[in-house]
């Protein structure tokens, strides 16, 4: 996922791998940072042990997590369950660069569609899915909490290759 040659639309400060143990606290701490009701890290521990799971990190030129990204594979089907980017990594293209690595990584295993649910008032996230060819598919009302909030649910449909 992280080797290979990557379009020029990603970023070229960064470069993708899996996740390890060893990374659990610095995704808690962006984590925490990115979501007014974050996961735990023994939430994050626990994915790395499923096969079902990917969770991937975007490590930044010092070799320090800068982002990460959580793809639960389904069959033909794939929930981009999370991805977020350290405060002071943001503008970077990190995102950009985790997405597309998500989409490959879910393109790869035999995905047909990716899912992901986003907060209506995330504009920037949006802008992010959008452009990268994600549309509307549903809502899901009061699913944030603090604040309350609804769900855009956003699905890409991926073609083979």
Do not use: C
């Not at 799971?53 to 490590?59: D, F, I, K, P, R």
């Not at 944030?144 to 909030?149: L, R, T």
């Amino acid at each position: 996922m992280g080797g290979g040659t990557r379009p020029a639309s990603y970023a070229v400060s960064a470069r993708l791998r899996p996740a390890t143990p060893r990374d659990i606290d610095a995704i808690a701490a962006i984590e925490s940072a990115a979501f007014s009701d974050p996961w735990s890290a023994a939430s994050f521990a626990g994915l790395l042990a499923s096969p079902r799971t990917l969770l991937t990190v975007a490590e930044n030129a010092q070799r320090a997590v800068a982002g990460y990204s959580v793809l639960l594979l389904a069959g033909p089907d794939a929930d981009l369950a999370n991805l977020a980017v350290a405060p002071k990594s943001r503008g970077r293209g990190i995102g950009r660069l985790l997405l597309g690595g998500a989409l490959d990584a879910a393109r790869a295993a035999g995905v047909q569609h990716v899912y992901l649910e986003v907060r209506d008032s995330n504009e920037r996230a949006i802008a992010l899915y959008v452009a990268a060819g994600f549309g509307p598919f549903g809502r899901r009302r009061r699913y944030y909490k603090d604040p309350v909030e609804d769900a855009r649910v956003l699905r890409i449909e991926l073609k083979p290759g």
